[in-house]
């Protein structure tokens, strides 16, 4: 009887937890940008919306994230893609894209920003 009331125990211990856990989640969720609503996503998970859309819309292959930035209303990303792969891939087209998303992580909207060969990009925010 006393082991049957101790695994009822750990198994009320364990739903507390998962509530507290639970309840600790919305709290990081609720995150509120400087005089805006909530956002509802995280950096990562705005990357990443911001990474699928630009790939989706441009059918182009992602070279990564480069810029992911809270606004008011939602979240700035900047992927960069390959435009042309070249042989040897020093001479590879790249270009910088920008998207505009919601706080929930839905496209508003999307521009190119750049093009440039890969290489000749900026160093330390400054063109060479």
Same mark, same amino acid.
Do not use: N
């Given at each position: 009887?006393?082991?049957?009331?101790?695994?009822?125990?750990?198994?009320?211990?364990?739903?507390?937890?998962?509530?507290?856990?639970? $309840?600790?989640?919305?709290?990081?969720?609720? @995150?509120? +940008?400087?005089? /805006?609503?909530?956002?509802? #996503?995280?950096?990562? &998970?705005?990357?990443?919306?911001?990474?699928?859309?630009?790939?989706?819309?441009?059918?182009?292959?992602?070279?990564?994230?480069?810029?992911?930035?809270?606004?008011?209303?939602?979240?700035?990303? $900047?992927?960069?893609?390959?435009?042309?792969? @070249?042989? +040897?891939?020093? /001479?590879?087209?790249?270009? #910088?894209?920008?998207? &505009?998303?919601?706080?929930?992580?839905?496209?508003?909207?999307?521009?190119?920003?750049?093009?440039?060969?890969?290489?000749?990009?900026?160093?330390?925010?400054?063109?060479?």
């Amino acid at each position: 009887m006393a082991e049957r009331r101790r695994l009822r125990d750990d198994d009320e211990y364990r739903d507390d937890y998962r509530d507290s856990r639970d $309840d600790s989640r919305d709290d990081v969720r609720e @995150r509120r +940008p400087r005089g /805006g609503r909530p956002h509802t #996503l995280s950096a990562g &998970e705005a990357g990443g919306a911001g990474l699928r859309h630009i790939t989706g819309l441009t059918g182009r292959e992602a070279e990564g994230v480069t810029l992911v930035k809270p606004v008011e209303d939602g979240w700035i990303v $900047d992927v960069e893609v390959v435009e042309d792969r @070249r042989i +040897p891939s020093s /001479g590879d087209i790249l270009a #910088l894209y920008e998207a &505009e998303l919601d706080a929930e992580g839905d496209l508003e909207s999307y521009r190119r920003l750049r093009r440039y060969r890969r290489g000749s990009g900026d160093i330390d925010g400054t063109s060479r």
